[in-house]
């Protein structure tokens, strides 16, 4: 009597299953890498050379058309310190990131500043890397 199986174990490797789930992960890093940028405008800051890790509670962006936005939302100048104050109120160490655009008048820049310093806000400026 043969008692040996017909059916051999192969020695083999198949690497079809481990490239499908190299590719999957690879579209879902693709997918989800555009989700986790900051909330921020697309301004053109001007360059500095040092580099700075502050965490910040809210963005405030002024565009070259003298716009002003807190994180995304639109926000008019005489509202800007209410809105500040509101959304800053519950946070432990307040701390702002101002984003002002190449070309904004100075002014714009320091009544923001001037704002957080009534209110006892933390200021980092935003600038390009080098």
Avoid at 10 to 21: K, L, V
Avoid at 64 to 90: A, G, H, P, T
Avoid at 114 to 119: E, F, L, M, S, V
């Amino acid at each position: 009597m043969n008692l040996r199986g017909r059916n051999k174990v192969s020695a083999t490797f198949s690497m079809s299953s481990m490239t499908d789930i190299v590719f999957l992960l690879l579209i879902f890093f693709m997918l989800t890498s555009p989700v986790i940028t900051p909330e921020a405008l697309d301004l053109i800051l001007p360059k500095a050379k040092g580099k700075t890790t502050n965490k910040h509670n809210l963005s405030v962006s002024i565009n070259k058309d003298l716009e002003i936005y807190i994180n995304k939302d639109r926000v008019s100048e005489s509202n800007l310190e209410r809105n500040l104050i509101d959304r800053l109120k519950d946070a432990e160490n307040p701390t702002i990131i101002l984003r002002a655009e190449e070309g904004v008048p100075v002014e714009k820049a320091v009544k923001v500043m001037d704002i957080a310093n009534r209110n006892r806000f933390k200021v980092v400026l935003a600038v390009k890397p080098n």
